[in-house]
């Protein structure tokens, strides 16, 4: 018998407080929303990198920002992420957390994968097959798999299935997919506003735990349709001035100096001749 969903929602924008104190530092929100910034740039650069035919445009859609930093912010060396070719703001989130990450060889990839035809299948099998590995070592390293709108179903549902019934260390995250049905698996499925970050850090750090842990897998639902709409980058900054946080100069600074060092790495990574 197919053990029930363990479905719930997160829909509050706000972290939890205990004792009056959040859950989340300052320090740690405003890391979050740097890395944010930072991202969006990032798709920026690499749209106009695909409009002058470096490569097909693989790059992450803008407004997934708030999905994308949730998730990764946390994930240590030597945890496993997938994603479709071309999709580098994870692997920047993860890596600009460890020390030696190189931005110049991040694009310098991107630039490479031009050639290579997105497979959401394959990445759905590096995922499961990253995420056996870990549970055979028992070094609680997990792996993460993305999923947006236009990833083929079967390959999904597959993923899912094996990992719930070999309890992997893997968290699932999707965007605008096609809901699962209640019943279908067994591990838990969250669903969360897809445009607010503090939502979805919340979530995935719960999910991280518990893969870290043995727990198994967890599916984040990260939605951005009417009823949660709103440029993710704004809703933060929203919220950092709800908590007396935001600062016109701070978001300047972040933007300047970011901007020097992705146009040193661009440079470095674009093709010789």
Request: glycine share 6%.
């Amino acid at each position: 018998m197919t053990p029930k969903l363990r479905e719930r929602t997160v829909s509050s924008p706000a972290p939890s407080v205990q004792n009056g104190f959040s859950l989340i530092s300052n320090e740690k929100l405003l890391q979050l929303y740097a890395a944010m910034l930072k991202c969006r740039m990032i798709a920026d650069r690499t749209r106009i990198l695909a409009q002058q035919n470096h490569f097909s445009g693989r790059q992450a859609s803008l407004g997934q920002e708030a999905a994308m930093v949730g998730l990764a912010m946390d994930l240590l060396p030597g945890d496993h992420i997938a994603t479709n070719p071309g999709n580098v703001v994870p692997f920047f989130i993860k890596g600009s957390q460890t020390q030696g990450f190189s931005l110049e060889s991040l694009l310098s990839a991107l630039l490479k994968s031009s050639a290579q035809k997105p497979d959401s299948a394959n990445h759905f099998k590096s995922a499961t097959k990253a995420a056996k590995a870990n549970k055979q070592a028992k070094n609680k390293d997990i792996a993460v798999a993305l999923c947006g709108a236009t990833a083929p179903f079967d390959s999904w549902r597959e993923a899912l299935n094996v990992a719930t019934l070999k309890d992997l260390p893997l968290i699932f995250l999707s965007w605008n997919h096609v809901p699962l049905k209640k019943n279908e698996y067994g591990l838990p499925a969250i669903n969360v506003d897809g445009n607010d970050v503090v939502a979805v850090y919340r979530v995935a750090s719960e999910a991280i735990a518990h893969a870290r842990i043995g727990n198994g897998p967890t599916l984040i639902e990260c939605r951005t349709d009417d009823h949660n709409s709103g440029d993710p980058i704004l809703n933060m900054e929203k919220y950092l001035g709800r908590k007396g946080l935001f600062r016109e100069e701070f978001k300047s600074n972040v933007e300047t100096l970011f901007a020097g060092e992705l146009d040193v790495a661009m440079t470095a990574a674009k093709p010789k001749g």
